[in-house]
């Protein structure tokens, strides 16, 4: 017979030995970087849960206060603690009610009810309901988590939880229409032995994916930043032009402007490099806030930002650049008491008119900022065919006659 194979109190011990492996890490993960709030729910799960082990796996020597009531409460509290650790590892909040429900549940029916504490099967039914129902919270709080954090482990995770929520919960079926007899203070039947194996693997599963979402979540924030400017928060040069290349590659429709700050050279040398930094902060806030679904945006150097606006051409791009210059020149920062004006210039080039090489395309907004600027500034100018041509060779302050280049139309 199966259970006569499977030893249950050799399981306890080795599922001991491995959830105390799991504690230590989860500990330095946690001692490593504070930030890491969840790190400390999910350890002090895995302690809990060697605890209960252990007590588990002593139940022959007798003490049923302490093996089968502590025990389960200990079982209990650490699945009540991993989905404290799940939600908070999500930036929600662990309710203190759900977390307690299930110990004091278990402790009020255990040391209340005759019925329970003497009748193998009716405990674990009850246990098998509270861990089920912890273990189907934790996979849903996953799962809802993939609309924030799409982590590659993320769906394998919610899963397994569910899956395994559901698998506990059999137990109770089988308690009512199998009971399990008892030997050496434990349910001694071969579902219960199978049970108590998938019970190891779940255990040892958990604590393989606790760290791998903490190692993608750092990862994640790596790759994030790598991809951000660190002062204004959004996109960097190198990021934006990756995802701008990958649109223009379709060959589709679409406009690029570039923005300069109007004597942005002036506010720091006037307010300081402080405010300086304050105004491009709330430029790039400012400007983020009006961001159409799908549009780009990104620090491009100094005071210097680029917006490419895919699936727009100039006819719609143009009026957008227009009323989003009378909003930066109606907004005005404030620094250590003092008023900053701010206005911008704006340069657009359109994929329809340049075409999809982005250099080009680049070249065309950044020669209509040029003319913006001699234009007196604070103004959107749209690059056209052939103009980019005249426009660099005044910028080199030579006659396109004089630069050898024959300009068409």
């Known amino acids: 017979m199966i259970e006569d194979v499977i030893s249950i109190s050799t399981l306890m011990i080795c599922t001991f030995l491995s959830t105390m492996v799991v504690g230590i890490f989860m500990l330095q993960v946690w001692l490593t970087d504070r930030r890491h709030a969840a790190a400390g729910y999910w350890c002090l ?53 759900v977390v307690l429900v299930g110990p004091l549940l278990w402790s009020v029916a255990y040391l209340g009810f005759d019925a329970v504490a003497s009748d193998v099967n009716n405990r674990i039914i009850l246990s098998s309901i509270i861990i089920a129902a912890y273990s189907g919270a934790i996979g849903i709080d996953i799962w809802r988590g993939r609309k924030v954090e799409r982590l590659p482990t993320r769906s394998i995770a919610a899963l397994f939880f569910v899956t395994h929520g559901m698998i506990y919960f059999l137990r109770v079926p089988l308690a009512i229409f199998f009971p399990a007899p008892l030997a050496d203070g434990t349910a001694h039947s071969a579902w219960f032995a199978i049970f108590s194996l998938e019970l190891f693997a779940h ?44 649109h223009l590659s379709g060959k589709g429709e679409g406009t690029l402007m570039i923005f300069d700050l109007d004597r942005f050279k002036a506010i720091n040398d006037t307010y300081g490099h402080v405010a300086g930094d304050a105004v491009l ?55 250590e008491g003092r008023e900053i004006g701010v206005s911008v210039s704006i340069g657009l080039a359109d994929v329809a008119a340049f075409g999809a090489d982005f250099d080009r395309l680049h070249s065309a907004a950044d020669s209509a900022l040029y003319a913006a600027k001699e234009a007196g500034r604070n103004r959107v100018m749209l690059a056209r065919p052939g103009g980019n041509l005249t426009a660099l060779a005044e910028r080199m302050r030579i006659s396109p006659e004089q630069s050898g280049i024959s300009i068409a139309g």
Do not use: H
């Open 45 to 97: 799960s895995m302690w809990v849960g060697s605890a209960c082990t252990l007590l588990f796996a002593l139940r022959p020597i007798g003490l049923p206060v302490l093996t089968v009531g502590l025990g389960n409460a200990f079982a209990a509290s650490g699945y009540a603690f991993m989905w404290a650790g799940f939600r908070v590892f999500d930036r929600r909040s662990a309710s203190l009610l």
């Open 203 to 246: 255990t040892i599963l958990a604590a393989v994916a606790m760290l791998v979402l903490i190692k993608e979540r750092g990862e994640a924030i790596y790759r994030q930043a790598s991809r951000t400017d660190a002062l204004t928060g959004i996109a960097n040069r190198g990021s934006f032009l990756e995802d701008v290349r990958v």
């Open 281 to 335: 902060k709330r430029f790039s806030a400012r400007v983020s806030s009006w961001l159409d679904e799908g549009m780009l945006f990104c620090r491009f150097g100094g005071e210097e930002f680029a917006l490419f606006a895919p699936g727009q051409g100039a006819e719609r791009a143009e009026p957008f650049a227009e009323a989003l210059l009378r909003e930066i020149a109606a907004m005005s920062v404030t620094c």
